[in-house]
């Protein structure tokens, strides 16, 4: 299995609190990617990072800020939590133009 | 824009085949396809090139049609391990980034 790990898995926080997830790779892939999953829309990208520092937005990224200062290291922040943000999250890592590896997913709900 | 995936579920006896689609309002340069099990990860299954080449799943393969607007998935001599939603992807921009179809669940019975 690919080296990817995402946390928390689970948690509940209240509206308005900011909230930052945490996806760690070993792979030294150069990709990462951030989806969240809710019934009836699949998987939709939120953000996405190309290398250290270089990241860009995806199709539903209102509400929601990345940074990766680390090979390693993709961090998802909901500044302030609304509950349409409840959903999971998956973190995922590829190289170009190949496979992507999918973490095991945070269950966020928003009270 | 979202792939469109046809059937949205189907049920099957073990050892039937199946078969998924995927339709884009655009030309498909690849397609990747993803099983995901209740509770669990989406899981890579196989990439369709241009050229039609596959990368992938041995006893799954994918073709696209005349002018590549739609992608087949086809489930051969299906199993109870096959059970599951299956979702299509499509490249959009560089880095592999990935516009999923809504999913289409199957489920194989004995």
């Known amino acids: 299995d690919a080296g990817i790990t995402q946390s928390p898995r689970h948690k509940v926080t209240e509206t308005g609190t900011p909230v930052t997830l945490r996806c760690h790779q070993t792979?030294?892939?150069?990709?990462m990617y951030w989806y969240r999953q809710d019934p009836g829309h699949g998987l939709r990208l939120i953000h996405y990072?190309?290398?250290?520092?270089?990241?860009d937005k995806g199709e539903v990224s209102d509400g929601y800020s990345v940074s990766r200062s680390k090979t390693e290291d993709f961090l998802l922040t909901l500044e302030s939590a609304t509950s349409s943000q409840t959903s999971v999250y998956f973190c995922?890592?590829?190289?170009?133009?190949?496979?992507?590896?999918f973490g095991q997913g945070t269950r966020l709900t928003v009270v | 824009q979202q792939p469109v995936q046809s059937p949205q579920a189907v049920i099957l006896r073990e050892g039937e085949d199946a078969v998924i689609n995927c339709s884009s309002s655009?030309?498909?340069?690849?397609v990747h396809w993803y099983r995901q099990k209740h509770g669990e990860a989406p899981v890579f299954l196989m990439i369709?090139?241009?050229?039609?080449e596959q990368k992938g799943h041995e006893k799954i393969s994918a073709s696209f049609n005349e002018k590549k607007q739609q992608s087949s998935l086809y489930l051969t001599a299906s199993q109870l391990s096959y059970s599951g939603t299956y979702f299509c992807?499509?490249?959009?921009?560089?880095?592999?980034?990935?516009?999923f179809g809504t999913g289409t669940q199957l489920k194989v019975e004995l």
């Open positions: 995922a890592i590829s190289s170009e133009s190949t496979e992507a590896f």
């Open positions: 792979e030294n892939h150069r990709y």
């Open positions: 990072s190309y290398g250290v520092k270089d990241t």
């Open positions: 655009k030309a498909l340069y690849s």
């Open positions: 369709l090139l241009k050229g039609g």
């Open positions: 992807g499509t490249p959009r921009g560089g880095g592999n980034k990935l516009t």
